[in-house]
């Protein structure tokens, strides 16, 4: 690997000329990675997103839009080096994916998630596959077929946030409080596999569609979204939504012997799951070094996407209140321009190396000078995109410090991620997140990148023309 310039010194060469200056020092250190990035056509787009789960069985219940696939988990469980049947971490489980798929192949697998929705998937999933009896699944088909909240004459009223009063046809509203309020007379796995059916089906029966940063409003909603009016389609009935996810969940599970539970079979009950509850900057420092034998992690990406928004209509019925919600977002990893500056070194003195590792990424700090001069200039269409772009690679890489210490020697460190471009600049996350975790410890054994890379959004298409960005799968060994 060749050296590395310093963006001072070529910010000279170049004046002002700043975003010169950061494409040449990408391109070195593009070069100094060379050797290891590889193009794989194995790792398409929908493999390494929610795509290719949509049509597999138990996987497809929840539409996680953010998540990466089974076969992406089992694959790379199965081709990279790791110690057969041993322990697996997600710092950032999100559904569940990594940890289902390690389980299903005998791993033994820990997840940490911040979000109540992830941790409500995840806790379903588990509750399912542990405590289901043949009764509760003939009784699961009862409310899926005699649809009895129906009869509910004074539901409770669900509570809902500023971002999601009026998110449902008055009639369904009714129907969805008459729903949660007849569960209350079911058993515990009951209600939870109900209430886990509901969260599944919010965003078809309402007024609303995820959009990345925030939730889109169908003009049926009476709320103004934008100058174009938008049009979602077809909004679903909640009696015939819940009803076919209902039937979809049953489908999807083996109906056991009158004397046997669900799952019972030991392809299901190969490894254990545990589920850590919480932001991976305050759970990582607590859990035993050298305990795992691989993460595999996808973080959120440094692409303004806010979770607590797109994940309104689930937080609001999970009982999240307004304080709450602005807390979770906090807590995040900066990803979203309404994460305020968090004080890494406070909170845990020990990222001072981590820090300081970020502060001297050349390529990285010459970003960070171009979007605040731009910042300056009145050219960025939000104020905080600097103070996210920083937050985001310093808070990564006090995770990555923390993960280099959770793993045994010799264990990989597999991430999937995305490069991002904002006001002209395009942010290589893959080459600066593998040398600041070369620099941590790691040894960087793969850059994998997926073939046909995608193209920026449309404002920046319109401004700076269609260069595309990479999407990758980085591999990362603890020597």
């Not at 545990?274 to 990582?284: I, Q």
Request: positive net charge; charged residues 25%.
């Amino acid at each position: 690997m060749s050296e590395n310039r310093g963006v001072q010194s070529v910010l000279v060469d170049f004046g002002n000329d700043l975003l010169s200056a950061i494409e040449q020092e990408g391109n070195s250190l593009f070069n100094y990675f060379s050797s290891v990035i590889q193009e794989y056509p194995y790792f398409s787009r929908s493999l390494v997103s929610f795509q290719a789960n949509k049509q597999r069985p138990v996987y497809r219940w929840y539409k996680f839009k953010e998540a990466f696939s089974a076969s992406l988990i089992e694959f790379l469980l199965e081709k990279v080096d790791i110690k057969k049947k041993g322990v697996i971490l997600d710092p950032f489980a999100g559904s569940g994916t990594a940890l289902f798929a390690a389980q299903f192949l005998g791993f033994d697998a820990e997840g940490i998630e911040l979000l109540p929705i992830g941790q409500k998937i995840i806790q379903a999933r588990i509750a399912i596959q542990k405590n289901i009896t043949s009764k509760q699944y003939e009784r699961l088909k009862e409310w899926a077929e005699e649809q009895p909240w129906k009869q509910v004459q004074n539901p409770v009223e669900i509570q809902e946030l500023r971002i999601t009063a009026g998110a449902y046809p008055e009639t369904t509203k009714k129907q969805i409080e008459q729903y949660l309020t007849a569960l209350q007379n079911e058993d515990d796995t009951i209600q939870y596999i109900l209430q886990f059916a509901l969260l599944c089906v919010l965003e078809s029966v309402s007024h609303t569609r995820k959009d990345g940063q925030y939730l889109r409003w169908d003009y049926r909603s009476g709320r103004k979204n934008g100058i174009k009016p938008f049009d979602k389609g077809n909004i679903l009935s909640f009696q015939k939504a819940v009803a076919d996810k209902l039937h979809q969940i049953l489908k999807d599970l083996k109906i056991p012997a009158a004397s046997q539970d669900l799952f019972s079979d030991v392809n299901i009950k190969k490894g254990n799951i545990f589920l850590h509850s919480g932001s991976c900057l305050n759970v990582l420092p607590t859990l035993h070094s050298g305990r795992f034998d691989a993460i595999i992690t996808s973080p959120p990406y440094c692409n303004r996407y806010d979770y607590t928004r797109t994940y309104a209509l689930e937080l609001a019925l999970l009982g999240i209140t307004e304080k709450e919600l602005s807390s979770l977002r906090q807590n995040m990893l900066s990803c979203t321009v309404e994460n305020r500056e968090k004080d890494l070194i406070q909170l845990n003195p020990s990222w001072e190396t981590a820090v300081s590792i970020a502060q001297n990424q050349p390529l990285l700090q010459g970003i960070l000078n171009y979007l605040e001069h731009q910042k300056e200039r009145k050219k960025l269409n939000n104020t905080g995109i600097p103070r996210m772009v920083r937050g985001y690679f310093y808070e990564m890489a006090c995770v990555i410090q923390e993960c280099l210490q959770a793993l045994k020697k010799g264990a990989p460190l597999i991430m999937v991620n995305d490069n991002v471009r904002y006001a002209g600049v395009g942010i290589a996350v893959d080459t600066i997140l593998s040398k600041i975790a070369e620099d941590i410890g790691f040894r960087v054994e793969k850059i994998y990148v997926l073939p046909g890379s995608k193209g920026n959004s449309s404002q920046q298409m319109g401004s700076h023309g269609r260069q595309p960005l990479r999407k990758c799968v980085y591999i990362w060994r603890k020597p």
